[in-house]
């Protein structure tokens, strides 16, 4: 009789142990799936971000490059000035 009812809680235990492993695995399985999703956004993230920071990169180098064309338009036109009253100053001289 001691025999049987060690038996028949040897299966329950073993019974319920493979449950919580089914369910153990079914949890590691669903954390495993949303460290995943959490990993593949910030990547996303990331790139969106990165691809950002490169789009404000070339806005500035244009800006900076229309800046320095300007200066460099306004200096010829100034150095024209000069130029031409330095050539009317030696005419009525």
């Not at 019974?15 to 959490?38: F, Y």
């Not at 000069?82 to 009525?92: N, R, S």
């Amino acid at each position: 009789m001691k025999t049987l009812a060690t038996a028949s809680l040897v299966l329950a235990a073993a019974l319920g142990l493979s449950a919580c492993s089914q369910q153990a695995q079914n949890e590691t399985a669903e954390a495993a799936n949303a460290i995943k999703s959490d990993a593949q956004a910030t990547a996303d993230n990331a790139a969106a971000d990165l691809a950002n920071v490169s789009a404000d990169a070339v806005g500035a180098a244009e800006n900076a490059a229309d800046k320095a064309g300007n200066a460099i338009e306004n200096g010829a036109d100034k150095a024209g000035r000069a130029l031409d009253a330095a050539g009317d100053e030696l005419k009525t001289s």
